[in-house]
């Protein structure tokens, strides 16, 4: 069922969670008209979910630019909404505005990044890595590769998932290991960066895991060998 005409009455709701879930909910809409809500959301609502939700929700569109696949508002509008968002005194506002900026390759992204990863708020930290995945720029392979030690498991996760974003392969022995990290949810993330990143010795690993005990990390294994061999397959 489709119901996107009640996510979007739900975007003048009095309640700012309620208008946080209706951005959410709004996720595949790629229609101009969201795109400028979303942007006057960012700009004047007085939640700080709801402008998060709706930086976060506006990468999408930023991506579409990229793409050339997007024409009513210029590139630039989105850019700058974005970038004066990045300066919100909210980091979470900061954090979702700079994931969305990280489709755009360009030095002054690269170095918001950086700038973000030197971030003494740990959040800000994440984020920076999680952009450096999407940016999908081989320039932040070493920055990627190290953290995959890190001591915080968010921050591993975060570098498990740029790794895969980035297909590196050099990464494959550190996810290897990361399939019995201590936390639950890295280990997920490091069966996800495999399946992105392919190859035999992957393809092994997640057979391996797949025909295992841990029904979790079974069914992560599968889907990620279902999307390897999808990408794999021959096409039309």
Known sequence: ?????????????????????????????????????????????????VRAAAAASLGRFIYLAECDELEIVPRQVLREALELAHGDASIEVARRALESLAYISEPHIIRLIDAAYSHADPLMRQSALFAMGRSTDRFWAETVLAELHNESPAMRYEAARACGELRLERALPLLARMLSDRDAEVQSMAVWALGEIGGKR????????????DEALSAAAQAALDSLSFASGPMD
């Not at 996107?4 to 879930?21: K, T």
């Open 1 to 49: 069922l489709d119901f996107g005409r009640l996510y979007r009455i739900a975007l003048d709701d009095a309640l700012p969670a309620v208008r946080r879930m209706a951005i959410e909910g709004l996720w595949e809409d790629e229609r101009p008209d969201l795109m400028r809500r979303l942007l006057s959301l960012l700009a004047e609502d007085p939640a700080d979910e």
């Open 202 to 213: 992957a393809q092994q690993l997640l057979e391996g895991l797949a025909d295992g005990e």
